[in-house]
């Protein structure tokens, strides 16, 4: 079966520090791929998604980025975190519909 | 631009009664569509979904409807239990085979036993 990870489960991080996210799917392959953010009591926003290796698409201007260095490898990226980034970071892949990781919380303080 | 909402952002129920959320949606486009609950701190866990080419589907408790004449989604949980409290977010696929999801802002179910 399936499985996504996501990891760490929460951060808490300075402003201006850098960020690395990591998401890995199990029991699939050549999934797509997409990180989401949620601020509290909101719905999800979709960040980017990836259909491929090296495949990234961005779907709002932002201080983050994403990269696909393995097929089943999904990380999220800055290289100085704002408060505005503080959420909480959703991985999903994409079978049968789309199923949604454990999430990241992130607090920038 | 085009996006997904509800009607009631709060809903409270007895246990045992049955629960209707809504959802209303603007992108005629949109083909597909997914009910998620969420539990405090964890990620949206799948539900049920809904093809355009369909109106009603039916899961273990729940049953999705969809009216596309006055682009309406809602879902329908029998004999509601504690266990359902959640926020429940309908999602449309706007981003044809690519599946990028457009989220509603999310309805928050009570069950009260």
């Known amino acids: 079966s399936q499985t996504i990870h996501q990891w760490p489960a929460t951060l808490v991080q300075p402003v201006g520090s850098p960020l690395s996210l990591e998401c890995t799917v199990e029991?699939?392959?050549?999934?797509?791929l997409y990180w989401y953010r949620q601020a509290a009591g909101r719905g999800l926003q979709l960040l980017f998604y990836?259909?491929?290796?090296?495949?990234i698409s961005s779907e709002v201007p932002q201080n983050l980025s994403a990269s696909r260095p393995q097929d089943r490898q999904f990380i999220l990226s800055s290289k100085k975190l704002l408060l505005s980034d503080s959420g909480f970071y959703l991985c999903?892949?994409?079978?049968?519909?789309?199923?949604f990781g454990p999430g990241t919380r992130l607090l920038v303080l | 631009g085009e996006s997904v909402g509800l009607h009631l952002p709060t809903l409270s129920v007895q246990e045992g009664d049955n629960s209707i959320i809504n959802c209303a949606y603007s992108?005629?486009?949109?083909?597909?569509f997914i009910w998620y609950k969420q539990e405090s701190g964890k990620g949206p866990q799948f539900i049920i979904d809904?093809?355009?080419?369909?109106d009603k589907r039916q899961g273990q408790r729940v049953t999705v409807l969809l009216n596309k004449t006055v682009k309406h989604l809602s879902l329908q949980i029998a004999a509601t239990q504690p266990g359902d409290s959640a926020v429940y977010f309908c999602a449309e696929n706007s981003g044809g085979s690519n599946y990028k999801l457009t989220f509603g802002k999310g309805t928050l179910l009570t069950v009260n036993p």
């Open positions: 990836s259909v491929g290796i090296g495949q």
């Open positions: 029991g699939t392959s050549n999934p797509n």
């Open positions: 999903a892949w994409k079978g049968e519909t789309q199923y």
């Open positions: 809904i093809r355009s080419n369909m």
């Open positions: 992108n005629s486009a949109s083909d597909y």
